[in-house]
């Protein structure tokens, strides 16, 4: 798929109006489809569906779509009351930040799509009752106002089942997890046997290249969102260009900042720098289509909020860090993609400059996470056992190292924060498993 329509579908997605506008415009259509079939319907053709349509008058059916369109716009405002509370709870336990995962789920778009929609259908249907005409009355159109009202009532019911789950802090991490299994295997191929650091392809930065490069700046203001880097490599092939990227999906960069040095600088005009630059797209906030390390800083949010002293939930904190080590082990085994990249001949186009590295991604899933565990025991044996299930992941000996270096920090910072030495030898137990595991892979 396109990367800058992956973009636009993400946003989409994380909108919480997309879906009941579709279905908006879904029941306008139908709407106009039963009065129409009710206009030319010939009875005797349709006289076997007699006995399961609605068969009253004009009053009759004037009264039920009233008490349809009254009821059903009644439920919509108490679901938009109940999202906004699930909001204001998830945001005070979870942070800010996770409101998004509630935003775009879809079955709260479904839910409020499902009562405005039969709100909308009965109004629709509710202007062609004559009633001076009783042969006027939309018998199939009523009938299906009946099915939205009863839609309307199963959809309550489901609703108020998915509140209960979705506010719970198991379904919110899972669904994290979800987007960031969703990320690897989306930017991660599979390991081939060839690494990162290894795979270079010979390529080096032309001489010179930092005294003769153009900077190109910014346009805009907002977190890198995507990086087109298929259009960035036809860009550069086609002006003779070695592009340098100064960002990478995630970062925050105003008009001033540096994007892209482009070499060489005297082939680079002001309207094809502006070009290169608008291949940098970017957001109010930080998406998953490229980054990769969105999902897990989410992850960590909730457990470095959960070890807080207002909330003390360290539970909370380990389900996190078993959801980390389940992301990392499917990345310990994918190939992470050359910096250096070339066009179809061969030729060095693209080089980024700040690649992700596996290093970074342990880092960034386990440090926040030891600093703030404390006097937390379990929160420690939880990360060496996480570190371990990791190890007997990873494919790449080279990849272990982070791991140790990880695995002694965790260490160091029990013997400083437990005050009780039984703690800490469970901690040392389950470091020398750690270190076995470790000389397991290397074996």
Not at 145 to 174: N, R
Not at 235 to 242: G, I, K, P
Not at 327 to 353: N, T
Request: net charge negative; charged share 20%; with cysteine.
């Amino acid at each position: 798929m396109d990367t800058k329509a992956s973009l636009v579908g993400e946003r989409l997605r994380n909108s919480f109006w997309f879906t009941p506008a579709l279905m908006l415009a879904g029941t306008t259509v139908l709407a106009f489809l039963t009065v129409a079939i009710d206009d030319n319907a010939d009875p005797e053709k349709v006289a076997w569906l007699k006995p399961i349509v609605y068969s009253g008058g004009p009053d009759g059916a004037r009264e039920v779509l009233g008490v349809i369109a009254a009821s059903m716009i009644g439920v919509a405002g108490v679901v938009f009351s109940i999202t906004i509370v699930s909001l204001q709870l998830a945001s005070g336990q979870f942070g800010p930040r996770m409101l998004a995962n509630f935003v775009r789920d879809r079955g709260n778009q479904v839910t409020l799509g499902t009562f405005i929609s039969a709100f909308l259908y009965s109004l629709l249907t509710l202007r062609t009752l004559r009633s001076d005409d009783p042969t006027s009355v939309p018998h199939l159109s009523v009938t299906v106002a009946l099915a939205f009202a009863i839609a309307g009532l199963s959809v309550l019911v489901y609703y108020i089942h998915h509140v209960a789950v979705t506010i719970q802090a198991p379904t919110l991490i899972e669904t994290i997890t979800r987007d960031l299994r969703k990320a690897v295997d989306a930017l991660f191929p599979d390991l081939d046997g060839v690494d990162e650091a290894t795979e270079a392809h010979g390529h080096e930065l032309p001489d010179g290249f930092h005294d003769d490069a153009r900077r190109i700046w910014s346009g805009s203001t907002g977190y890198v969102d995507l990086i087109d880097l298929d259009r960035l490599v036809a860009t550069a092939r086609e002006h003779d260009l070695v592009l340098l990227l100064e960002q990478r999906p995630g970062r925050f960069v105003v008009p001033n900042s540096t994007v892209v040095h482009a070499w060489p600088s005297n082939r680079v005009s002001d309207d094809l720098a502006d070009d290169i630059a608008d291949l940098v797209i970017t957001g109010p906030k930080r998406t998953v289509v490229q980054d990769v390390e969105f999902p897990i800083r989410q992850l960590v949010e909730i457990a470095v909020r959960s070890l807080s002293p207002g909330l003390n939930d360290p539970f909370t904190a380990s389900t996190c860090v078993d959801q980390l080590s389940a992301g990392l082990c499917d990345l310990a085994q994918r190939r992470f993609p050359s910096p250096h990249i070339a066009d179809e001949a061969g030729v060095l186009r693209v080089v980024i400059g700040d690649p992700v590295t596996w290093p970074r991604l342990v880092g960034g899933a386990f440090d926040q996470v030891r600093q703030t565990a404390k006097f937390h025991a379990q929160v420690y044996l939880h990360l060496l056992e996480a570190l371990t299930r990791i190890a007997y992941c990873v494919e790449d000996e080279r990849r272990l190292q982070p791991l140790l270096d990880e695995g002694r920090l965790v260490l160091e910072g029990a013997r400083e924060n437990l005050p009780a030495e039984s703690d800490q030898d469970v901690v040392k137990e389950r470091h020398a498993v750690l270190l076995a595991a470790v000389e397991s892979r290397r074996a």
